[in-house]
């Protein structure tokens, strides 16, 4: 009962996120006593739980050659905005075989959907 109850109070900023999509998470940081806002651009691989209590979208970008994944609480109350980068059409709810994937295997196995105007999911 708990789980709906602080669902509809606070509501999510992934909805309609799907695995595939390129976002970009604008997180809170506080260092200190100074707050800042981070960046975390990447491709969903992963969304799990949906929009329940406990849900996670699953963010993965290569930075210097490395892969970089963070998980986001869908209700993770530091999260700022996401604003939808690209949309791309998948086949399959879980893309964890990307990791193994070079960048240009990735762009043959995803088809492109239309240029996205600058979408943002507002707070």
């Not at 690209?86 to 399959?92: A, E, F, L, Q």
């Amino acid at each position: 009962m708990q789980t709906h109850i602080k669902a509809a109070e606070n509501p999510s900023k992934f909805e309609g996120i799907r695995p595939g999509w390129t976002i970009k998470v604008f997180q809170k940081i506080k260092e200190g006593e100074k707050t800042r806002v981070q960046a975390f651009e990447g491709m969903v691989i992963a969304r799990k739980h949906g929009s329940e209590n406990g849900g996670t979208i699953t963010v993965r970008k290569v930075s210097g050659g490395f892969g970089v994944e963070k998980i986001f609480p869908v209700f993770l109350p530091t999260i700022d905005k996401v604003e939808i980068v690209k949309k791309s059409h998948v086949r399959r709810a879980k893309l964890y075989y990307l990791r193994s994937k070079s960048s240009k295997e990735i762009r043959r196995k995803i088809k492109t959907e239309a240029p996205v105007k600058q979408e943002t999911v507002a707070v």
